[in-house]
């Protein structure tokens, strides 16, 4: 099949693009780079050296022999997207690019409109041109679990059978988003959903859990990394645990430690992904997955982590700072997730194996991680309206004080020198 990725330059991106190759897929990507340049905006940096993105596709044609096609440009031109979908007609487009933190939503009041308007106008924009020029096409559309907040029910995948007053029906499962991130993951989904019921698009809308760690099988070499981010916008929970740990800091649950998520590894968000293309739904169907592993609390994870530091001879310890979130510390949690196991996916390995894996590679990129660890601790307030000073305080150039502008401009098939 030929897929096109949104955001293969990411951290799920890229390693998607390369497994899609391994498994015998043409991928043609498209990137605006903005990214890396706003883990850049709030002093970060990704603790794996990435490499700039033509020499990730020379890498990659240089140790497979395969090409990997791409477009560089901004979801939010239309003209791109219908240019791109129109010449390449792609089979499936799994859409990645969206602004991905919660905590970068919930800097300040450009930061959460800056969220809102890309995710949802870039989302906006593909349906429009695969209704245009790929009507057949599969759109795998990248949700977040965090849609669903923490309801005191189960949660199914996606839809419900409900009575009330003494009538039934079978609806979409409440969304309770806990970030002006999540809350565009949510309007997104009532996008999707209704382009494919008034243009009979199929959809597969994808409620991710939190991924972890550093390589997946087919990052054979360190040109073709994909980036790891540690900070307190852009790195999430165990991933961060692990280098905290590393560096010698504490390890932060954030207040009582008894949030619950649903966690996968890198190379099993791929295999979910994969499963995705290679098992479209009929035209039509909108259908939501729940796409985790397991459900730990942030506490059990940080024990985990802290357990395998100990075999490396790392004495790590575990602190509580106050929550700098609005959400339950201490809730019922029990998503259905049976979609995937259906077609054939397996977890690959167990969580420890994985961390240990992550702690080698770090160790590899310890110097760059210890310059950035004044990015670590959590200062991005949901209850504080304006986060600025406080995270652009520690970037490294002046003050930025709005969210680094996306260039509207694109080359059509042009890979850039620079990135
Ligand atoms: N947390 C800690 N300590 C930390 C960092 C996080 O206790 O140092 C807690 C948070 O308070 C939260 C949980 O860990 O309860 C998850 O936070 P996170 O930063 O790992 O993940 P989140 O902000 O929810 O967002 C991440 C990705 C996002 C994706 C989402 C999936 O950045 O793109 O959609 O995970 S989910 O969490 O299922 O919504």
Redesign the pocket.
Known sequence: MKVLVTGIDGYTGWPLALHLLARGHDVVGIDNFVTRRRVKEVGADSATPIKPFPKRIEAVRELTGKTIGFHKGDLGDYEFVDRVLRSEKPDAIVHLAEQ???PYSMIDVHHAVTTQVENLTGTLHILYAMREHTPEAHLIKMG???EYGTPNIEIPEGFFEIEYKGRKDLLPFPRQGGSWY?WSKVFDSGDVMFASKIWGLRATDVM???VYGTRTPEITDNRLLTRFDFDEVWG??LN?FVVQALLGLPI???GA?E?R??FLALEDSMQSLRIAVESPPPAGEYRVWNQFDEEYS?NQLAEITQTVAAEKGIAATIEHPP?P?H?AERHFYHPIHEALPALGYRRSRELPEVIREIFADLRRYRRRIEAKRHTIA?VVRWATGDNRSAVHGRAPTSTVTAPVATPAAASPTGVPSSE
Do not use: C, K, L, W
Request: proline share 8%.
């Open positions: 991905r933190s919660a977040t679990m965090g999540h991710q859990g939190v999430t929970a961060r932060t649950p954030y430690g949030q998520r649903g942030v929550d979130r959400e959590p």
